[in-house]
């Protein structure tokens, strides 16, 4: 379970999130949804741990441990994992070597290979990570380096955002891999949070809730689809409204 | 017993070499010269050079250059100090000698001696020409391949010795060499200076790769004087590798193209520790339609200095050239400054450049945590990355030694 309490959250000295509530049990998928520079990739970064994401106040419990004051890796060691919406290339650094580097003790080049062959990535295995990658030969690698990894928690930021059309079904079946969606929801551990603007992923990826975060607060949740329904025929203003 | 012969020399190389001998080089601090002995005492010849002392053979393995292992090399020199310590050939084709005997052997050598490079390009060739300690001559016959690497070590053994080689190496027309050159000093810290020209002849279809690793001390000087030039259709790879302490090092080879489609590929790996200073560049000259070039430089400092330069010049139709460097800073007090120049004088060429100097990026760093390595491991892993040297063209044995050298030196860095 992740279980995030009152959190806030600084950035360069400003304050973005202003008291966040959120719980994810075992085997649930949730969807954030919210208008630019609402906070949704301030909170994917701050329970992520990354540290010029600053919690300022609150706490976020995962798997029944207090994870607040946590470094970044120790983090990904316990389980959670998050796709970037623009990573960065890493010059000399191969994609077979983040394979691998996820897979770790696991790690054997017929698992890399099949990975890559999954991902449709077999003819990058060799390339340096993200270097000269399209939009969504950089998804389809994020979703590859995941699955190695394995996480508990899945922290996907836009995962179909520059994808074309004919991808975007191989974004979903690689995202319903790596939360296990395969299995009954009673045996399922694996736990997603999807931030998404356009709603596209849910026509292949199955989630219980939806939140819509503005500025920086989550002012409603409920039925994802019903959710997504509403900002595309009123937009977020009504969103707003609601939650007066 | 191999017996020594006096080089020949003609007295117009020894006048030139006479007025040039204060001349300082264009690059890198003056060294004087007359702080060093020429002459040390004679070495003996090892018929097996696997009977040497462990740790000579230790330091050597560390440059590329293995003795236990010949039928992984197609030919085998060494030099200690100023005396060729042994020499072999074990494939047909291929001729591998001190150059004092070549210089008695063949005649129409004289026709190669100082032709890539002046003998009055600044004091250190002066100083080679006038107090010459041999060198070798390797030579591919015309349509031969090297199976193996022809390997080489200049080791520095005795304190405060300069030593002077002069090294020919000729591809004949169609021929392959693949060629190691491993210069190493015996001991940690007694100081000394290493002179070295080197003059690459590489004719019409014929490919050369040269691989060298040096592994100095923080005592001495180095001043690698290397000069190329490529026929038609020709290739030579110069991959350079230097990740140990070294007082100083000035270089700046050059390649002539002079047939079309030549090809030239530098890639340079430096890495200044404290104390150690670095004036590196790569030149390439592109005289002949469709040739082509790229440099490529990383550079590493942990606290020493590195200028690092290339210079690519288009004077024909149809040529390109790409060059690069990379610096990175891992401490402070350290420099890294790039100086890429180009010149073209033709329409229709292609020549541009890349530089970027800076510390490792925080965001790459994380990146790499997020999944799942610790700060050290993730540091670890891109400067590796940074140094991975995987040139095309060179054979997968030859880019494991420059990897197993890299490696060998990474924990210092670290």
């Known amino acids: ?244 | 017993m191999h017996q020594m012969r006096e080089i020949k020399s003609s007295r117009t190389y020894r006048d030139s070499a006479k007025e040039a001998s204060d001349k300082p080089a264009a690059f890198g601090e003056d060294i004087d010269l007359s702080s060093y002995a020429s002459s040390a005492e004679e070495k003996h010849y090892q018929d097996d050079p696997s009977e040497l002392p462990d740790t000579t053979k230790e330091k050597m393995l560390e440059v590329g250059v293995t003795l236990d292992e010949p039928d992984q090399r197609s030919g085998t020199f060494i030099q200690e100090d100023n005396t060729p310590i042994h020499c072999s050939v074990r494939q047909e084709g291929i001729e591998v000698m001190a150059v004092s005997e070549a210089l008695e052997k063949y005649d129409w050598l004289s026709d190669y001696w100082w032709r890539a490079i002046a003998v009055d390009t600044d004091k250190y060739t002066a100083s080679v020409e006038m107090n010459q300690n041999n060198g070798y001559f390797i030579r591919t016959l015309p349509g031969y391949k090297t199976t193996y690497p022809v390997q080489a070590c200049l080791y520095l053994a005795t304190a405060q010795l300069s030593q002077n080689v002069h090294n020919i190496i000729i591809a004949e027309e169609g021929s392959e060499l693949h060629l190691i050159t491993g210069c190493t000093s015996s001991s940690e810290e007694n100081a000394g200076l290493h002179l070295g020209v080197s003059e690459f002849y590489i004719k019409r279809g014929a490919k050369v790769t040269f691989t060298m690793i040096h592994n100095w001390n923080p005592g001495i000087n180095v001043r690698p004087r290397t000069a190329t030039i490529v026929e038609e259709n020709g290739l030579f790879l110069n991959n350079y590798v230097l990740m140990k302490p070294v007082r100083s090092l000035q270089m700046n080879p050059v390649a002539r193209c002079v047939g079309e489609n030549a090809v030239v590929r530098y890639n340079s790996t430096l890495v200044a520790t404290p104390g150690s200073s670095m004036d590196v560049g790569s030149q390439t000259i592109l005289d002949a339609r469709g040739a082509k070039t790229e440099i490529i430089t990383r550079a590493i400092t942990t606290g020493g200095d590195i200028i690092s330069r290339g210079y690519i010049e288009g004077n024909a139709p149809d040529v390109k050239g790409h060059l690069e460097c990379r610096g990175l800073i891992l401490q402070e007090g350290g420099m890294v400054h790039a100086i890429p120049e180009l010149k073209g004088n033709l329409a229709g060429i292609d020549l541009s450049h890349e530089a970027a100097v800076g510390k490792i990026a925080e965001e790459e760093v994380e990146y790499l945590m997020a999944r799942g390595l610790t700060q050290n491991e993730a540091t670890a892993t891109i400067i590796r990355g940074f140094l991975k040297v995987d040139v095309e063209g060179l054979p997968p044995m030859l880019n494991a030694e420059i990897e197993r050298a890299v490696q060998a030196s990474e924990k210092d860095i670290m």
């Not at chain 1, 329970?47 to 419990?61: A, E, L, Q, V």
């Not at chain 1, 004051?69 to 970037?84: K, S």
């Not at chain 1, 010059?91 to 003790?105: C, F, H, S, Y």
């Open chain 1, 1 to 244: 379970m992740l279980e995030i309490k009152g959190l806030t959250v600084e950035v360069e000295d400003t304050e973005i999130l202003h008291g966040i509530d959120m719980t994810i049990n075992p085997g649930e998928t949730h969807i954030l949804f919210g208008p630019n520079g609402g906070g949704k990739t301030t909170l994917l970064m701050a329970i992520m741990g990354f540290p010029r994401y600053k919690i300022t106040g609150g706490s976020i419990f995962f798997r029944g441990n207090d994870i607040t004051r946590l470094p970044l890796d120790e983090r990904a060691r316990m389980g959670i994992g998050m796709a970037f919406q623009r990573p960065p290339a890493v010059r000399g650094v191969k994609t077979r070597d983040m394979v691998a580097a996820g897979l770790k003790e696991r790690a054997s080049e017929e698992k890399v290979r099949h990975l890559a062959e999954k991902a449709d990535l077999a003819d990058f295995l060799d390339r340096e990570i993200n270097y000269g990658f399209s939009g969504g030969e950089i998804k389809r690698s994020e979703m590859m380096q995941l699955l190695a990894q394995n996480p508990r928690l899945t922290l996907l930021d836009e995962p179909e955002s520059g994808v074309d059309l004919t991808n975007i079904a191989l974004i979903g079946n690689l995202i319903n891999e790596l939360l296990h969606k395969n299995c009954p929801i009673r045996t399922r551990k694996c736990m997603g949070l999807i931030i998404t603007h356009t709603g596209y992923i849910l026509n292949y990826v199955n989630a219980r809730s939806g939140y819509v975060m503005i500025s920086g607060r989550i002012i409603g949740c409920g039925d994802p689809h019903e959710i997504l329904a509403t900002i595309k025929e009123r937009g977020y203003a009504k969103c707003i409204k609601c939650a007066k």
